[in-house]
T-cell receptor
Framework: QKEVEQDPGPLSVPEGAIVSLNCTYSNSAFQYFMWYRQYSRKGPELLMYTYSSGNKEDGRFTAQVDKSSKYISLFIRDSQPSDSATYLCAMSGVSSGYALNFGKGTSLLVTP | DAGVTQSPTHLIKTRGQHVTLRCSPI?????VSWYQQVLGQGPQFIFQ???????GRGNFPDRFSARQFPNYSSELNVNALLLGDSALYLCASSLGGAGNQPQHFGDGTRLSIL
C-alpha cells in the first residue's frame, strides 16, 4: 500500500461547477499537507499549504485536513477552463525527513 | 523574482551514458530537493540538500548522486543510464530544510533514454 492514495481520474466538470479532490494517507506522522497544480510539460505549482488539521481558504480554493481520518481535500469553487490540469496532493513530516510524499495526481478537465 | 530554474529543459541520452542536471534555487533559498516524475505518477523524492549537506535520500540506487554548491545551486548526476531512468527530473527549493518551509518547483528537465 502506498503511503498516499489519490484517484487519478480523469475528472470532467462543466465550467462553474464546484470541484472536490481528495487524498487519503496511511502515515499518521505527516504534519504538513500541500496541493500542487501541474500543467502539461510544467513543474508543480504550489496552491495550498497547511499544517495539521483544519481548513484554509485562498480565493476560489479551500483545503481541508482531517488527521483523525487521514483524509485531505481541495475544493475549487466556480471552476474555470484554466483550472484544467493535474492536481497533486503532497505531505511531509519528521518521519519522512520533510521530503514530500505525493499522490499520483488527479487529472481535471473543466469544459466551457 | 526568478523562480527555480533548471537546465537543460530536454535531454536525450543512450543507455550506459551519464548525465548532469542543474538547478538554481529561488534567491534566498538554502535548501534544494530533487524528485523524479515518471509519466502518470507523482514525483518521487531522490535527494535533499541544505547548506551544502545531504539531509535526506530516497530509495534510489547509488548511480544517482548530487551536490550543492556555496551559492546554493545544485547538480544531480546519474551514471550508467537505464531505459527506466527516462522521466521528468524536478528540482524544488525552500528557505530552510524543515517541513515548515514550502517547496517550490522548477519546470524540470525531461530526460529520454534511447
Amino acid at each position: 500500500q502506498k503511503e498516499v492514495e489519490q484517484d487519478p481520474g480523469p475528472l470532467s466538470v462543466p465550467e462553474g461547477a464546484i470541484v472536490s479532490l481528495n487524498c487519503t494517507y496511511s502515515n499518521s506522522a505527516f504534519q504538513y499537507f500541500m496541493w500542487y497544480r501541474q500543467y502539461s510539460r510544467k513543474g508543480p505549482e504550489l496552491l495550498m499549504y497547511t499544517y495539521s488539521s483544519g481548513n484554509k481558504e485562498d480565493g476560489r480554493f479551500t483545503a481541508q485536513v482531517d488527521k483523525s481520518s487521514k483524509y485531505i481535500s481541495l475544493f475549487i469553487r466556480d471552476s474555470q477552463p484554466s483550472d484544467s490540469a493535474t492536481y497533486l496532493c503532497a505531505m511531509s513530516g519528521v518521519s519522512s525527513g520533510y521530503a514530500l510524499n505525493f499522490g499520483k495526481g488527479t487529472s481535471l478537465l473543466v469544459t466551457p | 523574482d526568478a523562480g527555480v530554474t533548471q537546465s537543460p529543459t530536454h535531454l536525450i541520452k543512450t543507455r550506459g551514458q551519464h548525465v548532469t542536471l542543474r538547478c538554481s534555487p529561488i534567491s534566498g533559498h538554502k535548501s534544494v530537493s530533487w524528485y523524479q516524475q515518471v509519466l502518470g505518477q507523482g514525483p518521487q523524492f531522490i535527494f535533499q540538500y541544505y547548506e551544502k549537506e545531504e539531509r535526506g535520500r530516497g530509495n534510489f540506487p547509488d548511480r544517482f548522486s548530487a551536490r550543492q554548491f556555496p551559492n546554493y545551486s545544485s547538480e544531480l548526476n546519474v551514471n550508467a543510464l537505464l531505459l527506466g531512468d527516462s522521466a521528468l527530473y524536478l528540482c524544488a527549493s525552500s528557505l530552510g530544510g524543515a517541513g515548515n518551509q514550502p517547496q517550490h518547483f522548477g519546470d524540470g528537465t525531461r530526460l529520454s533514454i534511447l
